[in-house]
């Protein structure tokens, strides 16, 4: 689904990456850790394609495509759709009016979907207009639910989100991913996944939302490089034990 190679992006003149290798198989969820500022959301912004972030070497394939170079909005026509850390404020819109571009031409059922996350009451204020920190995570979600993306890039998801919230928001997870499948007769619920469910990658500190979306791999991010990837619960427990220095050590 997603393939990044040898990767490295400057923003504002200095460089932040230093050479990314991250491979996404088709309907995995993968885990991004790592300290603040080490470039993790620099590197979902890349591979959704903002401007700003610019690549100095490697490649980004997604579904086999190089869309290094491509701009954002051909990348979220291709299938790849990303939940803010910090969404922008959009006065004049209407969340209700920016959920039914996310369908880009699609049906879709902007009261069920809003029902799900507990959202109906904001689909008629500007985006995100005074929306607390949950209701703005809500209603990323809300968006991508609506965009159908086949990689889902999250940003600290459940940050901000309240513990009834945090349940709404990873069941809703689980559904845009395609997770809710039952394994059938002669099907593990592995190849059930390989063959419907999309792919996401999901920055957490607290790893909060996995306990909702297990995920299949994680990754340690530390100043730019990625210095380990294996088992995300060893991962978050190595890290809440010894902090990230123990990961560090991965770099010598
Ligand atoms: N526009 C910019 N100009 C200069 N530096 C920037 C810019 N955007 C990001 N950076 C720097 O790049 C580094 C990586 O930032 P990034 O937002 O990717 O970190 P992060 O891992 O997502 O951190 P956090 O966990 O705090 O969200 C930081 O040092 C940040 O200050
Ligand atoms: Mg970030």
Redesign the pocket.
């Known amino acids: 689904m997603l393939r990044i190679e040898r990767l490295k992006v400057e923003?504002?003149?200095?460089e932040?990456l230093h050479g990314i290798n991250l491979h996404l198989p088709k309907g995995e969820v993968h885990a991004l850790m790592?300290?603040?500022?080490?470039?993790?959301?620099?590197?979902i912004?890349t591979v959704m394609g903002f401007e700003?972030y610019k690549v100095t070497q490697g490649r980004i394939y997604f579904k086999g495509v190089d869309i290094t170079h491509l701009p954002v909005y051909e990348r979220a026509r291709m299938g790849i759709g990303l939940a803010f850390?910090r969404p922008p404020v959009v006065r004049g819109i209407k969340t209700r009016q920016l959920i039914e571009m996310c369908a880009m031409g699609r049906e879709v059922d902007v009261e069920e979907i809003a029902a799900a996350l507990n959202f109906t009451e904001f689909l008629d204020r500007d985006v995100n207009l005074g929306f607390s920190g949950g209701e703005m995570k809500r209603s990323e979600l809300v968006q991508l639910m609506a965009q159908e993306p086949e990689l889902v890039l999250l940003?600290?998801p459940e940050s901000g989100v309240d513990l009834v919230n945090i349940a709404l928001l990873g069941r809703a997870i689980n559904r845009l991913l395609g997770r809710e499948l039952e394994p059938q007769e002669g099907t593990s619920l592995k190849e059930l996944r390989k063959r419907y469910a999309r792919s996401a990658l999901i920055?957490t500190?607290t790893g909060h939302i996995l306990d909702y979306v297990p995920a299949d791999k994680g990754h340690v991010?530390i100043n730019g490089h990625l210095v380990c990837s294996g088992n995300p619960e060893e991962i978050l427990h190595t890290v809440e034990k010894y902090g990230y220095e123990e990961c560090a050590k991965c770099l010598r």
């Open positions: 923003v504002g003149g200095k932040v790592g300290p603040n500022g080490s470039g993790k959301t620099t590197l912004m700003g850390q940003d600290e920055i500190h991010l």
